[in-house]
């Protein structure tokens, strides 16, 4: 009989139920032990509390205008200057939230429904990464790991990450920081960076279209590039309008205007060699380096001891006007490009065989070119590489290609070959300038320009260089004078040859100047007129009369720190000054006498806003009120019969041209203006310092080589020169009414004692009373 099968038992329900639970709750304790495990620092370092609370992020110093603009960065590799979250415009956000985390409000970090879709379509209708991973990846992980386990591993110290940012920081903060650390490419670190870089405008000036453009960046900044990839950025930019108009961000209508307009993109990339006050800024990089040597930074835990003047995100706040920068900038390329056309013109090989040197031997000009070729970066790299001297000449003699300045241009560089050789004599060619810009009252310095191009004229002449002051060192021969012997402006001397004799003020032998004509009136001249038309005979008497060492005495406590000899010769401007010392010397003029030493930078802060440093006015009281007063209307006489007449010209008829190129512009100012020319020997230098009663500007114009210069005074004086400089930047500053430049009179003090108006009595009367005053107290 056959036996009966035995039928397997079958599974309960229950049986599975108890695994499908069992199964589940592991999975769930899997996931939470791995996040755990992973918060434990398991699966590598995470950032602790102290981290998250101050991410280390490398932020640029940022150097700031009196009026509040940026006028440049110090950074190594991130250009980055964080604003918060009230800084950043409305449709800004609302294309990050709709584009990159639609349901950002909703969660804590992690989206599950986001999650969730990635997984069942493999990622296929968009990722899972919200506003908050993605800023932990950026902060935390940086880049992606190649294999599939530590990418796993990765993306779970994200989520990790990600949850604590949203217990330690608010949604605002966190959309804040997320836009100021993404890296938009071109040095744009950060949202501020990338809105002036590709807008040129501050965050929250974008409009939507721009908020969308780089929004749509966050996706991948180097495939979606608008500089390089126009097209693909604007399919880009439209998707993201057309996704703030499905999530009700923007209406339909809004979204069409919006796709249908161009991107207009304004590239403005931002460098230490391009941009607004180049010179300054380099400046400021040494006074910031000086600084940190003297100022320890407070020790945190895992923070660097020393401030970093690239990576701590400090921010400077300068004397620097952002408008009157600009304006001295645009004078300083205005008029130099056209004096450079006519000294190309003057100095053609066929006009000057030894171009661009006057009056030199061939033995002197090569010694000026051997010096400037071992002075070159060319020469010290290839002697630093281990070259022969042999090599390293006979590189300079080969032909190669080349990026030059060139003032026609309208990038200001043009591309050429020619021998580095030759290119150390085409750049000897080119004038060179400085010009600085002061409020006496404040000594805040409101524009520098120390060249005509940074990027192929590095030597800053505002205070790196120096250059014989000529007649603009003449004023402090009259302000000893007053100050020392009483005089007035309205007192006379005579204008015929004059010497001081051997072995007097330490003179080795006689000194008898000559005036700049050879010639001499014997008329007698007002130290008015004296000063006003340079009468070098004038100025010797003067010098003799109070002395050399008074003179250095006071030059020493108006900020001229140079070794300066006292004897008779430093009258008519032979030692070397730079802008930056003769423009605060000027300014205690305008400043009834009290001396402001000159100053840039007024405060310091870290990244939160702590003051590091404040600015403590340095001041002298040099000259009574009587004296600086009377000091300001003998300059005034250059302005109104001098050298410096020619700014009060007013129609085209008064001016002189000369092969196109424009000597005397038609400026007709009519308001107080007290200064004063130089043109030094040759015509190598020219100077012109000039006041009103709250800004006292210099400027200085010459060849890098004293042998550089203009044959004749035409276009090589201090007038021709440098004073259409001048000119030109106080038109511009005048027709910004809001800048506030003074068109007054200069304030007269209360019980004057020195006499100023020399028109109060007949000038016949006059001219004898005094000569017969001077003759009575001249020591022949």
Not at 463 to 483: E, H, L, M, N, V
Request: with cysteine; charged share 25%; glycine share 6%.
């Amino acid at each position: 009989m056959a036996k009966a099968k035995k039928k397997k038992p079958k599974r309960s329900f229950r049986t599975f139920v108890k695994w499908f639970w069992f199964l589940f709750a592991a999975g769930i304790f899997s996931i939470v032990l791995i996040f755990l495990l992973a918060s434990w620092g398991a699966f590598g370092e995470m950032p602790t509390f102290e981290r998250l609370e101050n991410p280390q992020t490398n932020l640029a110093t940022e150097i700031i205008s009196a009026d509040g603009q940026t006028l440049g960065k110090f950074y190594l590799d991130d250009n980055r200057t964080p604003v918060g979250y009230d800084d950043l415009p409305q449709n800004l956000v609302d294309a990050l939230i709709a584009t990159e985390d639609v349901r950002y409000y909703s969660h804590s970090g992690i989206d599950a429904w986001g999650t969730l879709r990635a997984i069942v379509f493999l990622g296929q209708r968009g990722g899972a990464s919200t506003i908050s991973q993605q800023l932990s990846k950026l902060l935390f992980t940086k880049r992606a790991s190649g294999d599939v386990l530590s990418r796993a591993i990765q993306k779970v110290k994200e989520w990790v990450i990600a949850t604590r940012l949203e217990r330690q920081y608010t949604k605002s903060e966190i959309i804040a920081m997320y836009m100021n650390i993404y890296d938009f490419n071109y040095n744009a670190d950060g949202i501020r960076s990338a809105a002036r870089i590709y807008f040129g405008k501050e965050p929250k000036d974008l409009k939507t279209e721009e908020s969308a453009v780089l929004v749509g960046m966050l996706k991948n900044s180097s495939l979606y590039n608008p500089i390089r990839r126009e097209e693909l950025v604007l399919n880009r930019r439209n998707t993201v309008l057309s996704q703030m108009a499905k999530y009700d961000y923007i209406t339909e209508e809004a979204k069409d205007s919006l796709q249908a307009l161009e991107m207009n993109i304004n590239f403005s990339p931002e460098s230490h060699r391009e941009g607004l006050a180049t010179y300054f800024r380099m400046y400021l990089q040494g006074f910031m380096n000086r600084w940190i040597a003297d100022n320890p930074k407070p020790a945190l835990e895992g923070e660097r001891d020393k401030w970093n003047l690239y990576l701590d995100g400090l921010k400077i706040y300068t004397t620097i006007d952002s408008r009157m920068q600009t304006h001295a900038e645009e004078s300083v390329s205005e008029h130099m490009k056209r004096l450079q056309a006519e000294f190309f013109v003057q100095n053609t090989p066929a006009r000057n065989p030894t171009t661009p040197f006057l009056d030199l031997e061939d033995s002197e000009i090569d010694d000026i070119m051997e010096r400037a070729m071992k002075n070159s970066s060319r020469w010290r790299g290839m002697k630093a590489a281990g070259k022969s001297e042999k090599e390293i000449r006979e590189s300079f003699q080969k032909k190669t290609e080349m990026t030059v300045f060139d003032w026609n241009a309208e990038t200001k560089e043009k591309d050429t070959v020619m021998t580095p050789l030759d290119s150390i004599r085409y750049y000897k060619s080119f004038l060179r300038t400085s010009m600085m810009s002061m409020e006496p009252q404040t000594g805040h310095v409101k524009a520098w320009v120390g060249g005509v191009n940074y990027k192929h004229f590095q030597y800053d002449n505002v205070i790196q260089g120096a250059r014989q002051a000529g007649s603009t060192f003449k004023p402090f021969i009259y302000a000893a004078a007053i100050d020392q012997l009483r005089l007035s402006p309205c007192d006379s001397l005579p204008d015929s040859q004059y010497c001081i004799e051997a072995g007097k003020h330490g003179n080795i032998e006689a000194w008898c100047p000559k005036n700049s004509d050879g010639k001499y009136s014997g008329k007698m001249y007002t130290l008015k007129k004296a000063l006003a038309n340079s009468v070098n005979t004038v100025t010797a008497q003067l010098i003799d009369r109070v002395g050399p060492k008074p003179v250095v005495s006071i030059v020493k406590n108006l900020g001229l720190s140079r070794e300066i000899l006292p004897v008779p010769s430093i009258a008519l401007g032979t030692t070397d000054f730079n802008v930056y010392e003769m423009v605060g010397a000027y300014g205690t003029f305008a400043n009834q006498g009290v001396y402001v030493k000159p100053v840039m930078v007024t405060r310091i802060e870290d990244k939160n806003g702590t003051v590091l440093y404040e600015y403590v006015p340095e001041t002298k009281d040099v000259l009574s009120k009587d004296v600086a007063y009377a000091m300001v209307k003998l300059m005034e006489g250059v302005t109104e019969g001098g050298s410096g007449t020619r700014l009060r010209t007013s129609s085209s008829k008064d001016v002189t041209v000369y092969k196109e190129i424009i000597t005397g512009y038609p400026y007709g100012f009519t308001n107080p203006i007290a200064g004063k020319t130089g043109t030094t020997q040759n015509n190598s230098d020219g100077w012109f310092i000039g006041m009103v009663p709250n800004l006292v500007t210099g400027v200085w114009v010459g060849g890098e080589e004293r042998s550089v210069h203009f044959k004749s005074i035409t276009y090589g004086q201090g007038a021709s020169m440098a004073l259409p400089i001048w000119a030109l930047y106080m038109k511009k500053n005048y027709n910004e009414a809001e800048l506030g430049i003074s068109k007054e009179e200069f304030e007269e003090p209360e019980d004057l004692s020195i006499k100023v108006d020399c028109n109060k009595m007949p000038e016949e009367t006059e001219k004898e009373a005094d000569l017969e005053d001077d003759m009575d107290d001249l020591d022949f």
